[in-house]
């Protein structure tokens, strides 16, 4: 068992590193300042990137760090899930930055349908566009009106008429709704037909112009909007679309939704771990600096135990997600689900428990917005529910370990 991230992973890992260091980092600031001023409420229609992204996508494009996600060498850039890991790691640093190198949610994990599971069609049409970040894109899976925890619940209808298929349903948190450049989403809903309820739903491409499809509002976390792209409630009203945007078959949805969340949770619980990074170093930085009743921060309370603790609960997330990520680049996600759902729980966790620490060593500090901490501890929150509830992988964890010893 070697789940070491290789040499061309590590030379990748300097390129990017360097790449934070002179163009990010310094974007950083001026970032949160550009949407806190624009884009603060929830009129998404007129929500605007920051005018200097493009000209970051473009650099990142020249150094070949573009699509550093996808494991195909034309297409991407070749790196396995464990080659990619610490490159989302670094990523996750400075909240929202994948974009900057077309690594972000959903647009990875729609890629990455299209890229397994879509036919050449859907590929020239809605892939290569999205690889070239020309256009954005949607997934619309979580609902309203049922718990959404439990994916057989889901209600949306997608069924075939004729040479169409016609969707009817509401969706919400579906993130990048928002964006001026979103084209394209992927929704998930039962189609009637099968006894199996693992059988009964199918994903659909669905233009957003396509009549029928209405923006009803964007969502707001802890009262952030997460412009621009930002998380919205979309409806479907006898939405009509050809067949030949079925992505593989009717009743297939379940499936390609497994193959879908494996290598993304691993970006997902990277990123966290980058974040988490981060926090952890801004409050040993902030505690070694500052002083109250006669004494550094870093003297009192505990701290130094406080500190402790979030280097070791860090280093064993990494470690539990690099095996996870060896797992599945070894035998594929069907067989690394166990890893998967336990990282689900233990990264984002962490990155809540370091971020609330390095908050309380930041003081009001820690509230406001002069540091990343309150974006990340948003993003840790969101996460314990975005990727499903840390009680539904538990419960995965613990079926899969009852089968080993009482099948």
């Given at each position: 068992?070697?789940?070491?991230?290789?040499?061309?992973?590590?030379?990748?890992?300097?390129?990017?590193?360097?790449?934070?260091?002179?163009?990010?980092?310094?974007?950083?600031?001026?970032?949160?300042?550009?949407?806190?001023?624009?884009?603060?409420?929830?009129?998404?229609?007129?929500?605007?990137?920051?005018?200097?992204?493009?000209?970051?996508?473009?650099?990142?494009?020249?150094?070949?760090?573009?699509?550093?996600?996808?494991?195909?060498?034309?297409?991407?850039?070749?790196?396995?899930?464990?080659?990619?890991?610490?490159?989302?790691?670094?990523?996750?640093?400075?909240?929202?930055?994948?974009?900057?190198f077309n690594c972000n949610a959903?647009?990875?994990?729609?890629?990455?349908?299209?890229?397994?599971?879509?036919?050449?069609?859907?590929?020239?049409?809605?892939?290569?566009?999205?690889?070239?970040?020309?256009?954005?894109?949607v997934f619309c899976m979580t609902?309203?009106?049922?718990?959404?925890?439990?994916?057989?619940?889901?209600?949306?209808?997608?069924?075939?008429?004729?040479?169409?298929?016609?969707?009817?349903?509401?969706?919400?948190?579906?993130?990048?709704?928002?964006?001026?450049?979103?084209?394209?989403?992927?929704?998930?809903?039962?189609?009637?037909?099968?006894?199996?309820?693992?059988?009964?739903?199918?994903?659909?491409?669905?233009?957003?112009?396509?009549?029928?499809?209405?923006?009803?509002?964007?969502?707001?976390?802890?009262?952030?909007?997460?412009?621009?792209?930002?998380?919205?409630?979309?409806?479907?009203?006898?939405?009509?679309?050809?067949?030949?945007?079925?992505?593989?078959?009717?009743?297939?949805?379940?499936?390609?939704?497994?193959?879908?969340?494996?290598?993304?949770?691993?970006?997902?619980?990277?990123?966290?771990?980058?974040?988490?990074?981060?926090?952890?170093?801004?409050?040993?930085?902030?505690?070694?600096?500052?002083?109250?009743?006669?004494?550094?921060?870093?003297?009192?309370?505990?701290?130094?135990?406080?500190?402790?603790?979030?280097?070791?609960?860090?280093?064993?997330?990494?470690?539990?997600?690099?095996?996870?990520?060896?797992?599945?680049?070894?035998?594929?996600?069907?067989?690394?689900?166990?890893?998967?759902?336990?990282?689900?729980?233990?990264?984002?966790?962490?990155?809540?428990?370091?971020?609330?620490?390095?908050?309380?060593?930041?003081?009001?500090?820690?509230?406001?917005?002069?540091?990343?901490?309150?974006?990340?501890?948003?993003?840790?929150?969101?996460?314990?529910?975005?990727?499903?509830?840390?009680?539904?992988?538990?419960?995965?964890?613990?079926?899969?370990?009852?089968?080993?010893?009482?099948?």
């Amino acid at each position: 068992m070697n789940f070491q991230p290789s040499q061309r992973s590590q030379e990748y890992l300097q390129k990017l590193k360097a790449f934070m260091k002179e163009h990010v980092l310094p974007f950083e600031r001026e970032y949160i300042e550009y949407h806190k001023e624009h884009n603060a409420d929830g009129k998404w229609q007129s929500w605007t990137e920051h005018p200097k992204l493009e000209k970051l996508k473009n650099k990142a494009k020249e150094a070949g760090l573009w699509n550093l996600f996808l494991p195909d060498p034309e297409l991407g850039q070749g790196l396995s899930v464990l080659e990619y890991a610490p490159l989302a790691e670094e990523m996750g640093r400075v909240y929202n930055s994948a974009e900057i190198f077309n690594c972000n949610a959903p647009d990875t994990g729609n890629m990455e349908v299209l890229y397994h599971f879509g036919s050449e069609e859907q590929k020239e049409q809605w892939l290569t566009p999205l690889l070239e970040g020309e256009i954005k894109s949607v997934f619309c899976m979580t609902e309203p009106d049922v718990a959404s925890s439990d994916a057989t619940n889901i209600e949306t209808s997608i069924e075939p008429d004729g040479d169409d298929i016609v969707i009817n349903g509401k969706k919400w948190w579906s993130t990048g709704l928002g964006h001026a450049d979103a084209k394209v989403a992927i929704v998930m809903g039962k189609t009637k037909g099968s006894e199996n309820k693992h059988q009964q739903h199918s994903m659909v491409l669905v233009p957003l112009d396509t009549p029928g499809v209405e923006i009803k509002r964007m969502l707001t976390t802890f009262g952030a909007y997460d412009p621009p792209a930002g998380h919205g409630e979309v409806h479907f009203k006898n939405v009509r679309v050809p067949k030949g945007n079925l992505i593989q078959d009717f009743g297939a949805g379940f499936a390609i939704a497994q193959g879908r969340l494996g290598p993304g949770r691993i970006h997902h619980c990277m990123r966290c771990i980058g974040a988490a990074e981060r926090a952890l170093e801004l409050a040993i930085i902030r505690s070694g600096t500052r002083q109250a009743f006669g004494k550094l921060l870093a003297q009192l309370g505990g701290n130094s135990e406080r500190f402790a603790k979030a280097r070791i609960d860090i280093d064993q997330a990494r470690l539990l997600t690099h095996y996870a990520a060896w797992k599945i680049d070894q035998v594929g996600v069907k067989e690394s689900m166990t890893e998967i759902s336990a990282i689900k729980v233990v990264a984002p966790n962490v990155l809540q428990e370091v971020t609330d620490m390095a908050m309380q060593i930041h003081g009001g500090a820690g509230l406001s917005d002069d540091f990343p901490l309150t974006s990340f501890f948003i993003q840790a929150r969101a996460l314990r529910l975005a990727d499903g509830p840390d009680e539904v992988h538990q419960r995965m964890i613990s079926r899969l370990e009852f089968k080993k010893y009482l099948s």
